[in-house]
Nanobody, 121 residues
């Protein structure tokens, strides 16, 4: 069974920083895409940042220049550095990964439970 466990959320003031982590565990043969989504109350879930197995990254326009995604393939972990946080970044942040538990099963979509980021003065 594959699990994604997030950590690092919290309450910060505008302009401050946070670092989110998401570790994949369980039976893992291959991990392709890893990314972070967020969902604010009353809004749809949106992709914040993603990174491929080869290290290619993409970001939502609203976070470009402020957030940085990275991954440690040896530890099956993806990180999201959030700098210059704004109140509009407040949301539940979810980790997402495309993981093949075995060679025969192929890639499947997995989600973490979410970690809350609140930006408020």
């Amino acid at each position: 069974q594959v699990q994604l466990v997030e950590s690092g959320g919290g309450l910060v003031q505008p302009g401050e920083s946070l670092r989110l982590s998401c570790a994949a565990s369980g039976r893992i043969y291959e991990i392709n895409f890893m990314g972070w989504y967020r969902q604010a109350p009353g809004k749809q879930r949106e992709l914040v940042a993603g990174i491929t197995g080869g290290g290619t990254t993409n970001y939502a326009d609203s976070v470009k220049g402020r957030f940085t995604i990275s991954r440690d393939n040896a530890k099956n972990t993806v990180f999201l550095q959030l700098n210059s946080l704004k109140p509009e970044d407040t949301a539940l942040y979810y980790c997402n990964a495309n993981i093949a538990p075995t060679f025969v099963t192929g890639l499947r979509d997995y989600w973490g439970q979410g970690t809350q980021v609140t930006v408020s003065s």
